[in-house]
Structure formats: C-alpha cells, structure tokens
C-alpha cells in the first residue's frame, strides 16, 4: 500500500469537505476549491479526517493512491492557511511595483514588464526588491512564482535576476585575463 496514500488527511476546525462522486469540494475560512478526481479514487470521511482508498491494486491505481491524497491535503492546507511564495530580485535598478492588481517589473529591459494577477492571486511588494505571491491553490501560487521568476532568471556570471527567496545560484567563473 502506498505510505503517502494509506495515511488520513487531517481536517481542521472550520474546514468542510463535501465528496459527490469523483468530485472533491472543500471549503474553509480562505475560500473554497473544487477537484475532480479519478473514479478510481473513494473517500471516507470520519471525524476530523479524510481517507483516500483505491479500488484495486493495479499499477496506475496504486499510482494515483499517493497522489489524491497529496492533492486533497494541499486543498485542506489551502483553504485553512493558505500558500506563500517570496522571491527577490538582485541587479542595480531592480525593482519591483504594485499597479493596483497588477505587478510591474523594472528588471533592465528598455521598457517595464506588467504581470496581471490571476483569480485567487495576491501580490504583495513589502521592499522595492522583494515579491510575495500568495493564494489557496498551491500549484497556482507555483506557477505564478515560476513564471514570474522567468521574466528574468538569476545569471550564473553575477547572479543578477529574479530568484526565490533562499535560492542558490551557483556561479561561474569570469573570463581568465591573458598572461604574457
């Protein structure tokens, strides 16, 4: 059995779970979030917990087991507590801004670089260098990081860029002087 699958889901205070079928609705203080799972996948809801099982032991099912049971967890986190992403940026003139929902990137192109915030997205700029990007949806929060990272990733040679909060860029050397 699958050690990640075989594990309850714990559900706080606060947070409702409704099953219909293959599809999952969770709600709590933070919003709500929807999935469809595979009609493979049951739950069994007790008090305070949801438990993910399969219906038989083949190969993609057990494969799946461990993976219904991490997104229903990320769905619970996210409706309680919610998903965080920081990311700095490093380089002379960087900066970052709020233009109402929308976050605008100075990053040394010859012009500002706007990135709209999806449904369920907020950007916050607490230092002209530092970006938050928070929601309920933990692969959304990713994403938006991710892609937000890829406007302009840290370079190997000084390690200007856009960059999570706790990366390591690992550096190259320069260009060796010629010696006569």
Known sequence: MSRIGKSPVPVPAGVEVKVSGSDVTVKGAKGTLERSFDSRMSFNIDEGTVEVVRANDERDTRALHGLSRALLHNMVVGVSEGYKKDL?????????????KSLELLVGFSHPVQIEA????DFEVPENTKISVSGIDKQLVGQVAADIRKVRPPEPYKGKGIRYVGEHVRRKAGKAGVTA
Do not use: D, F, H, W
């Not at 700095?88 to 109402?100: D, P, Q, W």
């Not at 999806?118 to 997205?121: E, F, H, L, M, T």
């Open 88 to 100: 700095e940026m490093v380089g002379v003139g960087y900066r970052a801004s709020l233009k109402g």
């Open 118 to 121: 999806p449904a369920g997205i």
